[in-house]
């Protein structure tokens, strides 16, 4: 996928000004954080978890070596083969090659994040093999060529209509008089036409929720079944997974697994987990001939060892997505590559460079929900001013933002004329808004004014009260 | 050679050389052990409740449950269920001893397949391995007697399961396989496939709102065999 991280200002704008978009970002925000709330009460053991999965994948991420040979051994065990892919040139490569040796026409894929990262659909395309997505979600935007905006609900930003306009254009062997009662005949019909592609697949596509060191294993989790259905039917099966996915031992991931699903959609568990190890044994009758993990590195070795360690805990739950402010206000698809939302504010500047996607740590107002919420307690607004430094020492962000936080710089260094300052605002705007107790327009913060209202100050600095507060007692 | 690259990347990164021999038997120690991290408390109930917990977050993940008193009584119940359904009273069944030691009738009624499934069965009946009461999962390891497309294929999805199979966390039922399975290729306990199964197949994808059946089957019916004295009140 290529990155249009770089135009965040103008994809916001855009995005902002989308009627559309603001509809499905208005219906979606509440759902997610009411859903997760209500998982989370039902567990009390729930924060508790969240500090042994910390240290589960910290422990892990400290041995990677260690535990990324003793998966790969047990891969081998099993009849599978490890292709171990430092760039995203050389997986693409690898799951080419492979798709050519066993002549594939169609290849069938189950939903993966880095598939979206390494582009891999493009690529197959230009060698006349026909990928096809079968996530329901992923499939309508296959058809639509758009990328996903969510990592987990990839094309909720689309609305029935879409979805009608868009199997029409593309079903076209189907009556085009046929009535699309509810959305329970949308499905249907997505059912029916990936059902075939599925039985014609020669190759099946999954990513991987977790490698297991102790097995061998790879784990997806579905609702849909559509990846296990891409994983059992076609003779030859490719995982494509990032190294940070191993964890030691399956009691490791099953506490994982308890905090996936309810941290994501507030189910206790999802549909379907399903634990891949090698091939189709003598004697079953389903399962492919070949096992294949296509193990990606992409920069994720590099962030080992430096602040950005952490975000190599993150088991891609969507939680900080859906409680940011910031992402229901601009959407997945201004982020302008394939991971949105906090998360994606820290791991794109890692993976493709601070240069190309400096504005998403920008993108935040720091209120702090994200790392609230995360099940692996990732620091994610630290992650995000470390990166705000570095782009500020690499002299990228404008001349006009270097000049407001000089200017700031020069006020927060004299606390006196600060203090003076800030008195004189706090007073100035109180005066302004005092009919209505908020202003809606702002002498130079007319962009921040435009899509909300500042709540008047009362007319007192916060140093003033506190210092008053101080000489009435005790706080 | 890549692996190297890689491996070699990840202990630059780290700031050392290969993992320490005297280390290296530690984290070996640990994936022997594999040591068991906080159990929810919600499983650990009696028997009864146990199973009676199980058989309530099955019908809370949407699926649907029938309690027989005996392995001779399923036939029946899976006669009845396909019938209140408007379902035809044909199925295929995994070839498992268990399911193939139930006296089926010989009524002409009720046509019985073994075999992986096909995609024009509307029916399938599953031998269901193990259950985790804590999020009414069913284990479904695919063996040469349990294939994996009968979980996926059929519109409608049974699966046989004994009382006794029930346990309370996940990690319970992952030392039942662990216990009993073995791999002849690989000396270990997995095998290809294990699916574990939580309601019948959904997606929000389509305006945010759950309809059931999305690849998978749409419904999921759990036939439920007391042969377990203690389980039952
Ligand atoms: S950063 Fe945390 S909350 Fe966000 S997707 Fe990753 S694990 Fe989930």
Same mark, same amino acid.
């Given at each position: 996928?290529?990155a249009?991280?770089? &135009?965040?200002?103008?994809?916001?704008?855009?995005?902002?000004?989308?009627?559309?978009?603001?509809k499905?970002?208005?219906?979606?925000?509440? !759902?997610?954080?009411t859903?997760?709330?209500?998982?989370?009460?039902?567990?009390?053991?729930?924060?508790?978890?969240?500090?042994?999965?910390?240290?589960?994948?910290?422990?892990?991420?400290?041995?990677?070596?260690?535990y990324?040979?003793? $998966?790969?051994?047990?891969?081998?065990?099993?009849?599978?083969?490890?292709?171990?892919?430092?760039?995203?040139?050389?997986?693409?490569?690898?799951?080419?090659?492979?798709?050519? /040796?066993?002549?594939?026409?169609?290849?069938?894929? +189950?939903?993966?994040?880095?598939?979206?990262?390494?582009?891999?659909?493009?690529?197959?395309?230009?060698?006349?093999?026909?990928?096809?997505?079968t *996530?329901?979600?992923?499939?309508?935007?296959?058809?639509?060529?758009?990328?996903p905006?969510?990592?987990?609900?990839?094309?909720?930003?689309?609305?029935r209509?879409? $979805?009608?306009?868009?199997?029409? !254009?593309?079903?076209?062997?189907?009556?085009p008089?046929r009535?699309?009662?509810?959305?329970? *005949?949308?499905? !249907?019909?997505?059912?029916?036409?990936?059902?075939?592609?599925?039985?014609?697949?020669?190759?099946?596509?999954t990513?991987?929720?977790f490698?297991?060191?102790?097995?061998?294993?790879?784990?997806?989790?579905?609702?849909?079944?559509?990846?296990?259905?891409?994983?059992?039917?076609?003779? %030859?099966?490719?995982?494509?997974?990032?190294?940070?996915? %191993?964890?030691?031992?399956?009691?490791?991931?099953?506490?994982?697994? /308890?905090?996936?699903?309810?941290?994501?959609?507030?189910?206790?568990?999802?549909?379907?987990?399903?634990?891949?190890?090698?091939?189709?044994?003598?004697?079953?009758?389903?399962?492919?001939d070949?096992?294949? %993990?296509?193990?990606?590195?992409?920069?994720?070795?590099?962030?080992?060892?430096?602040?950005?360690?952490?975000?190599?805990?993150?088991?891609?739950c969507?939680?900080?997505?859906?409680?940011?402010?910031?992402?229901?206000?601009?959407?997945?698809?201004?982020?302008?590559?394939?991971?949105?939302?906090?998360?994606?504010?820290?791991?794109?500047?890692?993976?493709?460079?601070?240069?190309?996607?400096?504005?998403?740590?920008n993108?935040?107002?720091?209120?702090?929900?994200?790392?609230?919420?995360?099940?692996?307690?990732?620091?994610?607004p630290?992650?995000?001013?470390? $990166?705000?430094?570095?782009?500020?020492?690499?002299?990228?962000?404008?001349?006009?933002?270097? &000049?407001?936080?000089? %200017? $700031? +710089?020069?006020?927060?260094?004299?606390?006196?004329?600060?203090?003076?300052?800030?008195?004189? !605002?706090?007073?100035?705007?109180? /005066?302004l808004?005092?009919?209505?107790?908020?202003?809606?327009?702002?002498?130079?913060?007319?962009?921040?004014?435009?899509?909300?209202?500042?709540?008047?100050?009362?007319? *007192?600095?916060?140093?003033?009260?506190?210092?008053?507060?101080?000489?009435?007692?005790?706080? | 050679?890549?692996?190297?690259?890689?491996?070699?990347?990840?202990?630059?990164?780290l700031?050392?050389?290969?993992?320490?021999?005297?280390?290296?038997?530690?984290?070996?120690?640990?994936?022997?052990?594999?040591?068991?991290?906080?159990?929810?408390?919600?499983?650990?109930?009696?028997?009864?409740?146990?199973?009676?917990?199980?058989?309530?977050?099955?019908?809370?993940?949407?699926?649907?449950?029938?309690?027989?008193?005996?392995?001779?009584a399923?036939?029946?119940?899976?006669a009845?269920?396909l019938?209140?359904?408007?379902?035809?009273?044909?199925?295929?069944?995994?070839?498992?001893?268990?399911?193939?030691?139930?006296?089926?009738?010989?009524?002409?009624?009720?046509?019985?397949?073994?075999?992986?499934?096909?995609?024009?069965d509307?029916?399938?009946?599953?031998?269901?391995?193990?259950?985790?009461?804590?999020?009414?999962?069913?284990?479904?390891?695919?063996?040469?007697?349990?294939?994996?497309?009968?979980?996926?294929?059929?519109?409608t999805?049974?699966?046989v399961?004994?009382?006794?199979?029930i346990?309370?966390?996940?990690?319970?039922?992952?030392?039942?396989?662990r216990?009993?399975?073995?791999?002849?290729?690989?000396?270990?306990?997995?095998?290809?496939?294990?699916?574990?199964?939580?309601?019948?197949?959904?997606?929000?994808?389509?305006?945010?709102?759950?309809?059931?059946?999305?690849?998978?089957?749409?419904?999921?019916?759990?036939?439920?065999?007391?042969?377990?004295?203690?389980?039952?009140?």
């Open positions: 996928m290529r249009t991280s770089t &135009a965040f200002k103008e994809n916001a704008t855009q995005a902002l000004a989308d009627a559309r978009l603001q499905a970002l208005v219906f979606t925000r509440p !759902a997610f954080p859903r997760r709330a209500a998982a989370v009460a039902q567990l009390p053991e729930f924060e508790q978890l969240r500090d042994i999965a910390r240290d589960i994948k910290d422990h892990t991420l400290a041995n990677l070596d260690f990324l040979e003793s $998966w790969a051994d047990k891969v081998e065990r099993s009849g599978g083969q490890v292709h171990w892919c430092s760039t995203p040139d050389d997986a693409r490569a690898a799951v080419l090659a492979i798709c050519q /040796r066993v002549g594939a026409r169609t290849v069938t894929k +189950g939903k993966s994040m880095i598939s979206e990262e390494l582009a891999i659909n493009e690529h197959l395309e230009q060698h006349g093999i026909t990928p096809v997505e *996530d329901l979600g992923e499939y309508i935007l296959q058809l639509r060529k758009e990328p905006s969510h990592i987990i609900a990839p094309a909720f930003h689309l609305n209509e879409d $979805w009608e306009q868009s199997f029409r !254009a593309s079903h076209t062997d189907l009556p008089d009535v699309f009662a509810d959305r329970r *005949d949308l499905l !249907a019909e997505a059912r029916a036409e990936l059902r075939a592609r599925f039985l014609a697949a020669d190759v099946g596509i990513g991987a929720n490698l297991i060191a102790e097995t061998g294993s790879s784990v997806i989790v579905t609702n849909e079944g559509n990846g296990d259905l891409t994983q059992t039917l076609p003779r %030859v099966h490719i995982v494509l997974a990032s190294l940070e996915k %191993v964890v030691p031992t399956l009691e490791d991931a099953c506490t994982l697994l /308890r905090l996936l699903a309810r941290s994501a959609s507030g189910q206790d568990m999802s549909v379907y987990t399903t634990f891949s190890t090698g091939t189709r044994r003598p004697g079953e009758l389903d399962g492919p070949e096992y294949h %993990v296509v193990l990606i590195d992409n920069g994720r070795s590099n962030m080992l060892g430096s602040p950005f360690q952490p975000m190599l805990r993150c088991i891609r969507a939680a900080c997505l859906n409680h940011c402010p910031v992402y229901f206000t601009v959407g997945g698809h201004s982020y302008g590559w394939v991971y949105p939302g906090p998360m994606g504010a820290v791991l794109t500047p890692s993976l493709i460079g601070v240069d190309q996607a400096g504005h998403l740590p993108a935040s107002t720091f209120c702090g929900k994200c790392e609230s919420v995360c099940p692996v307690k990732i620091p994610l630290d992650l995000m001013r470390h $990166w705000r430094e570095r782009e500020f020492e690499r002299h990228l962000p404008s001349l006009t933002t270097r &000049a407001g936080l000089g %200017v $700031w +710089g020069w006020f927060a260094r004299r606390p006196m004329a600060y203090r003076l300052l800030t008195r004189a !605002a706090a007073w100035g705007l109180a /005066r808004g005092r009919r209505r107790g908020r202003l809606s327009s702002l002498p130079l913060a007319g962009g921040w004014t435009g899509g909300r209202d500042l709540p008047a100050p009362e007319g *007192d600095t916060f140093f003033a009260r506190y210092a008053r507060a101080r000489r009435a007692g005790p706080i | 050679m890549s692996r190297e690259a890689i491996l070699g990347a990840i202990r630059r990164s700031g050392r050389g290969a993992v320490p021999r005297d280390l290296a038997i530690g984290l070996q120690a640990r994936l022997h052990a594999h040591p068991r991290h906080l159990i929810p408390a919600r499983s650990r109930l009696p028997r009864p409740q146990q199973v009676a917990l199980f058989l309530r977050n099955v019908e809370k993940e949407f699926g649907t449950v029938a309690r027989v008193p005996a392995a001779a399923v036939p029946a119940a899976i009845g269920y019938a209140a359904q408007n379902l035809p009273s044909s199925f295929v069944m995994a070839p498992h001893p268990e399911l193939r030691a139930i006296p089926w009738p010989a009524s002409p009624l009720l046509r019985i397949r073994e075999g992986r499934a096909a995609p024009t509307l029916v399938s009946v599953q031998h269901g391995y193990a259950a985790v009461a804590e999020t009414g999962t069913l284990m479904l390891p695919g063996t040469p007697d349990r294939p994996t497309t009968l979980n996926l294929l059929a519109d999805a049974i699966v399961l004994r009382a006794s199979r346990r309370g966390a996940l990690e319970d039922a992952w030392d039942l396989l216990a009993e399975w073995r791999d002849d290729r690989t000396g270990g306990f997995m095998p290809r496939n294990v699916m574990l199964v939580t309601g019948p197949s959904r997606s929000a994808d389509i305006e945010f709102t759950l309809e059931l059946g999305a690849h998978g089957p749409r419904r999921l019916h759990v036939v439920l065999i007391d042969d377990d004295p203690p389980a039952v009140e």
